[in-house]
């Protein structure tokens, strides 16, 4: 197939507009997976591909589907790095960062502190009784994890949160704003002199975290100045990203399902099974795009070069071809790790991890010092975004004794 009038080959396609995926995603994905597979969205000039079959092939297929292209809205951001790389390249920025992602590394060094962090900042509100958790919460403890991760002071969180906000809008501006675009710019543009500061520092008197270790790699290994500037970027917008969404949509799962809520309650050593089935369920990270590199034919849909494709994995995590009635939050379902919210394939998330463990801890302690903690009823809360997705608020309540 050719592109052709949208209008007639792919009509579903056709009407899809953003707002309509910002409110609600699911009902268009799923008569999107079962009548057009694969289809054309002349709204955003891509094609949509929704089932779990599909996207696992194309996210397992660098040669065909490449994350490197001009019209990629993060390489455009941050340049050439780990997420925007294939081939040879991809494989030198990955093994050079990876060290600070092991999981061992992570459970004597990090996750430690993660608690530390967790408990000080609900330690600011435990014993108001309520609280607005993103602001409180969810939006700090990422933060303050990427600065411990990468050995930089804790008094560096507000710049650091204003930096990212930039960067969140560039990562969904679809629709190619040029201000946003403008306003990312500059703000990678502070984000680089400001770790160049610290890398000089580091230089001269290496620390602890991950920073120091890149500047100070062994020769033959060590990425240049821009190379670590522009990996410590998009590794910083992904480790915060992700995170503060998990924690905000497990909350929110659990909210609409009492029953479970109260077995994590009463047992935490259910919660990385409610993680893992928010992942599915509710993916933060909605789709993952890539872009054709050869002529190459998915469902009988002929794909061209130069086209995007978006792997859209909010529809592949609740494909019925796969998951047993897959619009139910069941966190003992079998067949939940076959999910995509991490990925796959070379580009699999590196810091998934660094994510799981840091959700988990942050459950942890909000389920142990907030033990009856429940979403304000008075509250209307409800995800929203079709590129990442979660509540812009959520305010909890709890008994204070």
């Not at 294939?86 to 494989?91: I, K, M, P, R, S």
């Not at 790790?337 to 959700?359: K, Y």
Request: net charge negative.
């Amino acid at each position: 197939m050719t592109h052709g009038p949208a209008e007639t080959r792919f009509p579903l396609g056709a009407r899809l507009a953003p707002a309509e995926l910002s409110r609600d995603p699911y009902p268009a994905l799923r008569r999107l997976q079962a009548e057009e597979p694969v289809s054309w969205i002349p709204a955003l000039g891509m094609w949509y591909v929704t089932r779990h079959e599909d996207c696992h092939r194309v996210l397992l297929d660098d040669q065909n589907f490449t994350t490197v292209s001009p019209h990629s809205l993060i390489q455009a951001t941050f340049g050439p790095q780990v997420l925007s790389s294939d081939g040879a390249l991809h494989t030198r920025y990955k093994r050079a960062v990876r060290k600070g992602f092991l999981p061992g590394a992570l459970r004597s060094t990090v996750e430690p502190r993660i608690e530390v962090l967790a408990r000080a900042l609900v330690d600011e509100f435990a014993g108001h009784g309520a609280c607005e958790l993103r602001a409180s919460f969810a939006s700090r403890l990422p933060v303050q994890t990427m600065l411990v991760l990468f050995g930089l002071p804790l008094s560096e969180e507000p710049r650091l949160r204003a930096w990212y906000d930039r960067f969140e809008r560039a990562l969904a501006n679809f629709e190619r704003d040029e201000a946003v675009a403008q306003a990312a710019t500059a703000a990678v543009a502070e984000f680089h002199a400001f770790l160049a500061e610290y890398m000089h520092a580091f230089a001269a008197q290496p620390g602890e975290g991950l920073l120091s270790l890149l500047v100070n790699a062994p020769a033959g290994q060590r990425l240049d100045d821009d190379e670590i500037r522009r990996n410590v970027s998009i590794i910083f917008f992904g480790g915060i990203s992700t995170v503060e969404a998990l924690i905000l949509n497990t909350l929110y799962a659990l909210d609409l399902h009492p029953e479970a809520r109260a077995r994590v309650v009463a047992d935490p050593a259910l919660l990385p099974g409610a993680i893992d089935e928010t992942m599915r369920w509710l993916s933060p990270v909605q789709s993952a795009t890539r872009h054709v590199t050869r002529e190459v034919e998915l469902h009988g849909v002929r794909l061209r070069p130069g086209d995007t494709v978006n792997c859209m994995l909010a529809a592949a995590n609740r494909d019925p071809r796969v998951f047993t009635t897959p619009e139910r939050f069941d966190m003992d379902r079998p067949e939940g790790g076959q999910h995509l919210g991490f990925a796959v394939g070379p580009h699999h998330c590196l810091g998934f991890h660094l994510a799981r463990a840091e959700a988990r801890i942050a459950l942890e302690v909000i389920c142990s010092r907030l033990a009856d903690w429940r979403i304000d009823p008075a509250a209307r809360c409800t995800p929203e975004g079709y590129e990442f997705r979660q509540p812009a608020r959520l305010p909890l309540c709890w008994s204070v004794e």
